[in-house]
């Protein structure tokens, strides 16, 4: 074997070691599809790594699932590991498609969702400056736990990796660790992993094996030691995700602020990657900004908000509401209390007021729904005014009828619309009717018996319940 240089133009392939079953997560879900702030892990690991323009990705997953191949961009290629035989054989299966392929190979592994691009060029421009046929990735960490230890010599070179559970009580003392991302000259690496042998104490064949035979051989192995070990964190349990997810939320809530969002309390707001907010908006404690949600300028939202899949546009306040799949349009107001379900369209400027619920509907521009109303299947005009205590019944057991109300139409307390019905524009509906019948243009609906009133009823309830009472006695 001849020392290889790696020069910073050489051509690039990743391979990313995605074969975790899930196991220490307590998960029949591949590991790396567990979200971090919305988004599965290892979607994070290969942005990282197009951020580089490699020639070739090459991701290496379990047998059966497909679904994490399903979700990654055009161009990955898969190889699959069928036993779980260690990084060094996965990484051995991911070399297969890569035979004949001359240049750099970066190592990159698929729970460790904070790697970010500007770190893995760094990693890159580290490897090609050093002139070393393989560079590990290190950090030091206060408590290294079940992390392979990084031994040097006296010079400070790197020495060999050792991993915890072959280490002695010296070695495991060490706080620089191995943190699992690589560099490697295609060729040594690709001479080298036959050569792997398995660990005595759990029969996988390690990635570190291949480290340790090119020291063997008097070839240049170097450490790009990281000054940020949160960047490095893998992840292997729902306690590192939920550590994961808050750094990440961090990075997203930071990257909002510095561009004009104003978060009161970034410990209480939760946003998912690929949230976007417009400047000078302001969110306040306890909001959830999740999916594909998009809230425009100078709009308020929270506190204690929920939004899931929403557009909200500029202008607007969502107060205390629970929203999903839904557009907001300028200008409105929602909320406190509001239940805004999917398929519904706030027009610009329109009001969901307290305790509303609407679903499947469209509300118009300048339209009402002020409070205490349940609106469904229905298509509102512009203008209108509904009363409080409104409701649509749309479902008549077996089937979903639409309503229609037009526009600057006012709506009594009380309406109940039993769809299928029509309101005409400029029409009215008297408080406590139950409409049942189109009501036309300028027209006024009334659906209730006349009242009336009996005289002395009070005194003679009174005096029946006191002759009951006399008489059970």
């Not at 990654?72 to 070399?95: F, K, S």
């Not at 000078?280 to 809230?295: A, E, H, K, S, W």
């Not at 229609?404 to 299928?420: N, W």
Request: charge should be negative.
């Amino acid at each position: 074997m001849t020392k290889k240089k790696s020069q910073a133009s050489a051509p690039l392939a990743v391979v990313i070691l995605a074969a975790g079953l899930g196991t220490r997560m307590r998960s029949d879900l591949p590991k790396v599809l567990h979200a971090v702030c919305g988004r599965p892990m290892v979607s994070y690991v290969v942005d990282a790594a197009l951020t580089l323009a490699p020639e070739r990705i090459v991701v290496v997953t379990a047998e059966g699932h497909d679904e994490v191949m399903a979700l990654l961009p055009q161009g990955c290629e898969r190889v699959v590991q069928m036993e779980r035989l260690g990084t060094g054989d996965a990484v051995r299966r991911g070399m297969e498609p890569l035979a004949g392929f001359g240049g750099n190979v970066m190592v990159l592994i698929g729970d460790a969702p904070l790697v970010d691009g500007a770190f893995v060029r760094r990693l890159m421009e580290h490897h090609a400056a050093s002139h070393a046929v393989a560079t590990i990735t290190t950090v030091c960490m206060d408590a290294p736990g079940a992390y392979g230890r990084v031994v040097r010599d006296a010079e400070g070179d790197v020495l060999r990796i050792v991993e915890a559970e072959d280490a002695s009580d010296a070695e495991r003392a060490i706080c620089e660790i191995n943190v699992g991302l690589y560099m490697f000259d295609a060729e040594a690496l690709r001479e080298t992993l036959p050569r792997l042998t398995p660990s005595s104490a759990s029969g996988e064949f390690y990635l570190t094996g291949v480290v340790s035979l090119l020291l063997e051989v008097g070839l240049t192995v170097t450490a790009f030691k990281a000054d940020d070990p949160e960047m490095c964190m893998g992840v292997n349990s729902r306690v590192e995700l939920a550590i994961a997810n808050a750094a990440m939320r961090h990075r997203l809530l930071t990257r909002l602020m510095l561009a004009g969002v104003t978060v009161e309390d970034p410990d209480s707001t939760y946003v998912d990657w690929g949230v976007e907010v417009g400047r000078d908006t302001v969110l306040r404690p306890q909001t959830f900004l999740l999916g594909r949600t998009i809230v425009g300028a100078a709009s308020e939202i929270g506190p204690s908000t929920y939004l899931e899949d929403v557009f909200v546009g500029d202008r607007a306040r969502v107060v205390s509401s629970h929203l999903s799949a839904c557009v907001v349009n300028s200008g409105c107001s929602v909320g406190p209390f509001a239940f805004i379900r999917p398929n519904t369209v706030l027009g610009e400027g329109a009001k969901a007021g307290a305790f509303v619920e609407i679903k499947n509907s469209r509300v118009g521009e300048g339209s009402k729904v002020p409070h205490l109303s349940y609106i469904g299947d229905a298509f509102v005009g512009n203008d209108t005014n509904i009363g409080a205590g409104n409701i649509t019944a749309n479902f008549d057991g077996f089937d979903k009828h639409p309503t229609y109300i037009g526009s600057d139409v006012r709506t009594g307390s009380d309406t109940t619309f039993v769809a299928p019905v029509n309101i005409g524009d400029g029409a009215f509906t008297a408080a406590g009717s139950v409409i049942t019948k189109d009501v036309p243009a300028g027209g006024l609906g009334v659906a209730r018996s006349r009242q009336e009133n009996v005289d002395g009823y009070a005194k003679r309830r009174e005096q029946r319940r006191r002759k009951e009472a006399k008489d059970g006695c």
